[in-house]
């Protein structure tokens, strides 16, 4: 039975309206968002959850948006102890701690269909990098890949990024790196085929930086953000023009809906091939 179906169940018509209805689960720790209006009913949202996912064993709920430079949230426990977890996503492990780190484990699909693009003997270079969850993906999936370099700059995320190369066995073709992308990059100036960018808050200012590390011949960028639909045209145009500041242009765009991200602002990348 689903978690909404219980809550139907146990809860007024009104107390169900309040509580949202998709939740995360990173690993055995579950994120809920439960109204202020309905702390009185956490313990019963909780108790609903374990018996849907009974391998639970940390219940967070959000308390605030995702903020600042390492784009974290805080969170109150509600359930269990606050500690690490290790999430399994298309048979990678990806350890994280969630009050340290960003992670979605709704972008699984997302990171599939960038990996499934990499070819044999591309170098790739995915800036915000995160726990390293691209990175992995895409080394997992082309073993033929040259290099994947994965620049961070929360050193947690760093060290989680070392840690889950590790444990999945990619340490041959995954190389981490700590630090700021905009000194960083220009180390890999002209040396990648394939650049990501996943940081749909403020990717766009480092677009002429990620076509600066495309080797000569072109390659591809696949840049995230958000937009409302009909925002999409204006968004391609300021890509062309960060890319004619480096003397690049676009071969193409193709733009793909991600995630919905809050009323009518969609999470869009587009795939640019740049030459
Ligand atoms: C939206 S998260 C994405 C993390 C990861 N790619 C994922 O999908 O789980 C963006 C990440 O970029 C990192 N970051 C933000 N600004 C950065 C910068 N200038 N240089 C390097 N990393 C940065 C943040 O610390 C955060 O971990």
Redesign the pocket.
């Known amino acids: 039975m689903r978690l909404r179906e219980i809550l139907e169940k146990r809860f007024s018509e009104n107390d169900l309206k309040q509580v949202k209805g998709s939740f995360d689960i990173i690993g055995d720790v579950a994120i809920l968002e439960i109204p202020d209006s309905l702390s009185h009913r956490e313990k019963d949202v909780v108790d609903a959850l374990l018996e849907v996912h009974p391998n639970i064993r940390t219940v967070y709920k959000k308390e605030s948006e995702?903020e600042g430079?390492?784009?974290l949230r805080d969170f109150k426990l509600i359930h269990g102890d606050e500690k690490e977890t290790e999430h399994k996503e298309h048979g990678l492990r990806i350890r994280l701690d969630v009050r340290k780190?960003?992670?979605?484990p709704r972008?699984g699909t997302e990171?599939q269909r960038i990996a499934k693009q990499v070819k044999a003997n591309e170098t790739v270079m995915?800036?915000?990098?995160?726990?390293?969850?691209?990175a992995l993906t895409i080394a997992k999936n082309q073993p033929k890949v040259k290099k994947v370099y994965a620049?961070?700059?929360?050193p947690d995320?760093y060290r989680y990024i070392i840690e889950n190369v590790r444990i999945n066995k990619l340490g041959h073709k995954i190389v981490p790196i700590l630090?700021?992308?905009?000194t960083?990059c220009m180390k890999y100036s002209g040396k990648c085929d394939r650049v990501?960018m996943?940081?749909?808050?403020?990717a766009y200012e480092?677009i002429g930086l990620a076509a600066d590390c495309l080797k000569k011949k072109g390659g591809f960028i696949h840049y995230y953000f958000w937009s409302s639909k009909d925002a999409i045209e204006d968004i391609k145009e300021i890509v062309e023009v960060d890319l004619k500041t480096v003397e690049r242009k676009a071969k193409s765009m193709k733009v793909r809906k991600v995630s919905e991200y809050r009323p009518k602002v969609v999470k869009f990348c587009i795939d640019i091939k740049v030459e």
């Open positions: 995702r430079v390492y784009r780190i960003y992670f979605s972008e990171r995915v800036m915000f990098a995160g726990a390293g969850p691209y620049i961070e700059i929360n995320a630090g700021d992308v905009e960083e990501v996943p940081l749909p808050k403020g480092y």
